[in-house]
């Protein structure tokens, strides 16, 4: 409907259909929308009756892509039947489009392998992220790490056979939104120093870095940060009737519960943190406060069970006087933006800990970063451009990189060895089935089965003590109180580039070319 509704009102506009491809950009959001290719040819074809041939030029001249996730589930698909049966003329379309298309392939390489692997009906299957690779004029990636992925593993054939298709758009976040709205105590520090041009050209960040060093504007930001920790300190009270130390260390993870997002390495590390501070009654640390908010797709058990398990975690370490004065964990139910708001911006640490090649870009990073929280992360997504941008030193990164993970899989992940001679990481994993989280000592098994017997498909075990290791260096590097806020304040002044300004001018300088609209000011 929206694509008809488009070419309708460009004809009712005094347009003509056939200089569509000079006049009008058809942007696919992922595999989504992807069917807009087959309607776009429908309507050409059936509604202007213009020949199949011209009708494909303007097509492959219109459309876009932007690949959003290398995630199998996400790479959406549709079986042959369901199509038949809903959609019967969008189908014979897509079906001719496939032949026309594996026709000019096996004429350009005569290669019946590559026509059949670039196929967009394959296995009584419509694959709806082949389509988008196969007739877009552009195709991109949300992070430089991610169209790297895409280049040299999940569309190599396409990239192979269209290297000029190829492109990087890494995402951006609107900073309106999440600084100058949600973060009303932040924009006017920044407008005390640098001005308010930063609101209009987010670039205008940069200026920041020149007063980084100013002790005063250190303090005035560590007294901005204990403020937007107390709203959020409020926000739970009254919520869900949970006290938190705002003189705590805010930790964050924020996002979509999945495997790959790891938010199982994060309760490893609560449980590792748990056995070490019973077993040494002397410990002593800067006390901290683990923040999960996260939702998991309503037939995710495992996802459900990730949940379940970080709010028993919660309730034993909030509950014991030994732990719960060095740490409290809090998950907040029902992520929106609403919470986001509240959430994101009170945070020292930003959590983004995915299984690297996994994340295609990650967006919490970079509103997490604006907000003046210091990354800790494996090199996944945007992560490493955030490590590009502001340096080793003000980012804190661990684990394995996509290199040593494949490397890893080729020579032959052992999961059960690191089980049977890490006698910590031991302890952790049998804690969640021998009663130390729930009296039912099945209640958590299907995670303990998924990290051991099902060979720890996300690389937990492989990069779990590193990861203890970046959460001992935090407290050492919060310690210091104004180094801390150097590199936070770092983080603010080289965010700029994370603006979805930045974004939709690179998509259209290169995609789109459109002509801008031009506001007054």
Known sequence: AGTQSIIRHFVRSGGNVRELDNKIAIHINDTHPALC?????????????????????????????????????????WPERMMVLLLPRIYVIIQEIDRRFRNSILQQSGDYNLANRVGIISDYTVHMAKMGAAVAYS???????????????????????????????TNGVTHRRWLAYSNPQLADLLREYIGDGFIMDSMELGKLEQYVDDVSLQEKFMNVKRERKQILADYVRKTMGVEVDINSIFEVQAKRLHAYKRQMLNCMNLINMYFYIKDHPDFQMTPRTYFFSAKAAPAYIYAKKVIQLINAISRKINSDPDVSRFLKIVFIPNYCVSVAEVLLNAADVSEQISTAGKEASGTSNMKLMMNGAITLGTLDGANVEIRDIVGEENIIIFGNTVDQLENLRRTGYNVMHIYQSDANIKRILDSLVDGTWAPDREEFKIIYDELLYRNDEYFHLADANAYFEAERKVGDMYNDRSGWARKCLINIARSGFFSTDRTIEEYNRDIWHLSPIKLEK
């Open 139 to 169: 195709v991109n990636g949300v992070a430089a790490i991610h169209t790297n992925i895409l280049k040299t593993d999940v569309m190599r054939d396409f990239y192979q056979l269209f290297p000029e298709k190829f492109n990087n758009k």
């Open 37 to 77: 290719v087959a309607e776009l040819m429908r309507i050409l074809v059936d509604d202007y009756d213009i020949e199949w041939n011209e009708a494909w030029n303007i097509t492959r001249k219109v459309v876009a892509y932007t690949n959003h996730t290398i995630m199998a589930e996400a790479l959406e698909k």
